[in-house]
């Protein structure tokens, strides 16, 4: 179980390695030879212009995506491609740039979602729902409402999450990966589209997690304050390839960085 | 030729020309498809509807007479004793025009931006009412329809085909419906002017970009409802003509609107948003149907499998290509 | 002022997560229970039994089973009919090759082949969604009631096509065949009701009903939270035609008794009534499929004794009204009211809640 396999791995080291990852969809190609690692419990960042692959590169690490040549180590094992099934089974919970929730269930169920991995009864005991059953949903049901008090949803806990603003429901999706306590943490954009208060509130909510929780953390985000202030180490893409690497003092003075970001001066 | 091969070629010859039948009416569901993203369960009953109105209109019957003779206990039947087939064809165009219109106003526009599958059941209801309707404004007995097509076979073809036949053999000539042929034709005119409105129109170009992008056309000022009801009133048209060629065929009855389902197998196959995908996956079903109702369910001797064979051959095929012969490759984003 | 939730404190995670959170709502089914199952039996005849409350209860069934597969998780189904011919035929030939097997079992056998049966033709739903399932399934149920039709065995070689049940007896009191008194046909449905129903509650809030529900909100994103899809899926299928098989099994053993497949179990006579009454009803609520199954079984009576018995209509003219009326209702309910009966019930009860002071 590589679950087991990545809470062995001390802090401060590589939980995955990317290695030449090109990923192309008929004729387009939205990574060309990527190559970065992921510490265990950093903050770790993809940054780039739009366009530039970082969300096909989270959606190569959890499995959604095949890539079409290079290797994804994970927690020490080479493979060619991650399954979204297997990815969850092993701790990588995810965030979407574009949310994606459960928007017929309410808030409570939304998290209880992410609990169903943990969840071993059968669907006959579930059926008669005595003993074993209850006692499961009520540890469940109490895992998740740490994490609702966490996230301060409790005002919204049966509301269903189609009907709440959209800074709700991004915290709703955070809470949903959060309920899933995962070593890795991957989020896309999760501060878009946000006032100031909402995204320190974010920003205060993904420092917890990775304050409190150990959880390692990989995020995109456009907002360079924000990428500066949270992050340990960024990654920079450009065209699907990387063009950068280090921590945030680094990249701040990366040639190639400011280039892609601001053109170059003819 | 040996009586075989002349055997076989008859059969694809009457494949492909039921196919065709069904192609006409899957092209009425893709263009609504198309256009406003509705899976028009109500296609079939159009089709009867249509032919109803038709007749209705051709022998002059008053629209309601059973209810009204039932509820008042009068005796009305027929304003007029019969009416040249041009005519009544136009006025029921004008009526598949006004029913468009009348569903955009009453049903469509209150159903904008809720899920494809709450639109589709609405189409069931919509089948039910134009159903009910259908039968109440003109009664349910079967209904004969002659818009002055010819039909039977054809004596000619029958003739020089025995010659083609091989020396000493048994052979009678082939049977191939004039009727089939007729609507072979028609469908080919009619695609084909489709084709060149929607290359050629404003309207058409308009009525692409709404395909393409609801939004997006919305913001360059096309109306989405006056499209909409466009849309709704060339499918009851495409509806009214495939009602008069299965109605001719087999006169007007309830059972004219379960071809609908005839042609659910060729969308599959084709594909929803695709006009060549409606043509080609009609003719594909309508010609292995018939092959297979003669050498297989004739070599099992289980008989009667159209029922199903059209599904069936359409699901194996979704299972190789799930976005069906022309339709647009699926590419799943997060 | 009655009907209100102040004062009542849950302290356990346990208690508020039970079927009945308000004590109010506890009481009045506990109310109705009483009445279903020790006053009904004493009054029921044969016109109850057979108009009203025995179709009632195998709609009910057979709703609840079509709203795991489309309200819950979200896969639209147009083979009711063949499921619940699966059922039926199922029952018909456990009961010749097994003569003593008690009538219980034979209806719960018959489920479980069903689900099987589900399972089966619930493999594309893998490879293909929305209407493409919607219209595979339909093959589904053409290709079901041809092979009953066109092959003998399955209704035992009879010149009629027809199957005919056999009288069985529970405590010695005979629930199915022609001597069947009208409350044990009524107390055997009522009971296979009840429980499977609480059984379908029980997984709906539960780990199974949340997969199903993750599977039809967003099928990528469940996936990626570790919900295998096909899985799930195919569990949605195997349930939702074990209660269809059941009822399909009631059906023809307890209801009809004898039946011919293409008449009874055509997609215009089961598939779509069924449609309409998780529609109307409310997809996705377990109350919305008992409300859809009562009012498809009562509006035709009632339709019937307007239109027939007071304004005097033939019934052939009838029949096209409430063809019409259903199509209309189906359409209206779709506008006004999406989620259908059950949505409407529990905002008559937010009223109540405040009311006679809004404010």
């Not at chain 2, 000022?221 to 009851?236: C, D, E, K, P, T």
Request: aromatic share 12%.
């Amino acid at each position: 179980m590589s679950l087991a396999k990545i809470q062995s791995i001390p802090y401060g080291k590589e939980v995955i390695k990317i290695k030449n990852i090109s990923l192309a969809f008929g004729g387009v190609k939205a990574l060309t030879d990527v190559s970065f690692e992921v510490k265990k419990g950093e903050v770790f960042a993809i940054i780039g212009p739009n366009g530039a692959g970082k969300s096909s590169m989270l959606n190569v690490i959890n499995g959604f995506y095949k890539p079409t040549s290079g290797q994804i180590n994970f927690a020490g094992e080479d493979r060619k491609e991650m399954i979204p099934e297997f990815a969850a089974k092993s701790g990588i919970a995810r965030t979407f740039q574009n949310i994606a929730l459960f928007k017929g269930m309410s808030t409570l169920d939304n998290l209880m979602t992410g609990r169903l991995l943990k969840q071993k009864q059968n669907f006959l005991m579930q059926a008669l729902y005595f003993g074993p059953v209850q006692k499961e949903e009520a540890y469940h049901r109490d895992k998740v409402e740490r994490v609702i008090d966490f996230l301060d949803l409790q005002a919204i806990r049966r509301t269903p999450v189609g009907s709440l603003p959209y800074g709700l429901q991004k915290r709703v999706e955070l809470g949903r990966a959060l309920a899933m306590e995962p070593e890795i943490l991957l989020l896309d954009e999760p501060m878009a589209g946000m006032n100031v208060e909402e995204k320190q509130d974010m920003s205060r909510f993904v420092l917890t997690a990775n304050d409190e929780f150990k959880t390692t953390i990989v995020l995109i985000e456009h907002d360079m304050s924000v990428v500066m202030d949270i992050s340990d180490r960024i990654v920079v893409l450009d065209y699907g390839k990387k063009i950068g690497e280090g921590n945030p003092s680094e990249i701040l003075k990366n040639k190639a960085v400011i280039d892609a970001y601001l053109g170059v001066a003819d | 030729m040996s009586v075989e091969l002349l055997n076989f070629i008859e059969t694809v010859i009457n494949g492909l020309m039921s196919g065709i039948m069904y192609s006409l009416v899957a092209l009425g569901f893709v263009l609504i498809f198309k256009a406003s993203g509705v899976f028009n369960f109500a296609q079939g009953v159009f089709a009867l509807f249509a032919a109803l109105t038709l007749v209705g209109f051709q022998t002059g019957q008053v629209p309601f007479s059973h209810l009204i003779n039932e509820l008042f206990g009068t005796n009305f039947h027929n304003w007029y004793p019969s009416l040249h087939s041009f005519f009544a064809i136009i006025l029921t165009i004008i009526t598949m025009i006004v029913l468009a219109w009348l569903i955009e106003k009453l049903v469509l526009k209150h159903l904008v931006n809720q899920e494809p599958i709450i639109l589709f059941m609405a189409t069931i209801g919509l089948a039910f009412v134009l159903e009910g309707v259908g039968d109440l404004m003109w009664g349910s007995d079967v209904k004969v329809l002659d818009v002055g097509i010819p039909s039977g076979g054809s004596e000619w073809l029958e003739k020089t085909t025995i010659g083609w036949a091989s020396e000493g053999s048994e052979y009678y000539g082939m049977y191939i419906d004039v009727l089939n042929v007729w609507a072979t034709i028609i469908a080919v005119i009619l695609v084909t002017a489709l084709a060149l409105f929607s290359q050629y129109t404003k309207t058409g170009r308009a009525l692409r970009a709404v395909a393409d992008d609801h939004q997006a056309a919305l913001s360059v000022g096309i109306s989405l409802r006056s499209i909409w009801v466009l849309v709704w009133a060339i499918s009851g048209f495409i509806a009214m003509v495939a009602g008069i060629m299965w109605g001719t065929e087999s006169g007007v009855q309830f059972s004219l609107s379960l071809i609908a389902l005839k042609a659910l197998p060729v969308l599959i196959l084709g594909g929803f948003t695709s006009i060549p995908g409606a043509i080609i996956g009609g003719l594909l079903i309508g010609l292995g149907e018939k092959l297979a109702e003669i050498y297989i369910g004739g070599l099992l001797d289980i008989g009667a499998i159209e029922n199903w064979f059209a599904y069936f051959m359409a699901l194996v095929f979704l299972l190789f290509r799930p976005q069906g012969l022309f339709g647009d490759k699926i590419i799943e984003r997060v | 002022m009655i009907y209100k939730e102040t004062g009542q404190f849950k302290s356990t995670y346990e208690s508020d997560h039970s079927i009945f959170p308000l004590i109010q709502d506890k009481i009045a089914f506990n109310l109705l229970m009483l009445v279903a199952f020790l006053i009904v039996p004493f009054f029921i005849d044969s016109y109850w039994e057979k108009a009203i409350l025995i179709p009632f209860l195998i709609y009910s069934m057979a709703a609840i089973g079509l709203n795991i597969l489309t309200g819950y998780c979200g896969q639209v189904s147009l083979g009711t009919g063949g499921f619940m011919a699966v059922g039926a035929f199922a029952t018909y030939k456990i009961m010749t090759f097994f003569p003593d097997l008690n009538i219980m079992i034979i209806v719960l056998l018959s489920g479980v082949i069903t689900a099987f049966v589900g399972i089966l033709f619930g493999l594309p739903s893998l490879r293909i969604k929305g209407f493409y399932l919607a219209v595979a399934t339909l093959a589904s149920q053409f290709f079901i009631i041809w092979l009953f039709n066109k092959v003998p065995w399955f209704y035992n070689y009879s010149d009629t096509g027809q199957i005919t049940v056999s009288e069985r007896t529970m405590f010695g009191v005979a629930v199915t065949g022609a001597n069947a008194p009208p409350y044990a046909t009524y107390l055997f449905c009522l009971i296979l009701v009840v429980v499977l129903g609480f059984a379908a509650k029980n997984m709906i809030r539960s780990k199974i009903g949340r997969s199903w529900m993750a599977i039809r909100d967003m099928d990528i994103a469940a996936e990626i939270i570790g919900v295998p899809p096909l899985k799930t899926k195919l569990s949605a299928f195997a349930i939702s035609s074990f209660y269809i098989g059941i009822a399909g099994s009631l059906y023809f053993a307890v209801y009809l008794g004898a039946l011919e497949v293409t008449e009874s179990f055509d997609i215009m006579a089961i598939s779509f009534p069924v449609l309409f009454m998780i529609i109307i009803g409310g997809l996705g609520s377990m109350l919305g499929s008992f409300l859809g199954a009562a009012f498809i079984v009562l509006l035709p009576i009632f339709l019937k004794n307007v239109m027939v018995d007071l304004i005097g209509l033939s019934a052939v003219t009838a029949k096209h009204f409430e063809i019409t009326i259903w199509g209309l209702l189906m359409v209206v309910f779709l506008i006004l009211e999406p989620h259908g009966l059950a949505r409407l019930w529990s905002i008559a009860k937010e009223k109540l809640r405040k009311w006679p002071f809004p404010y």
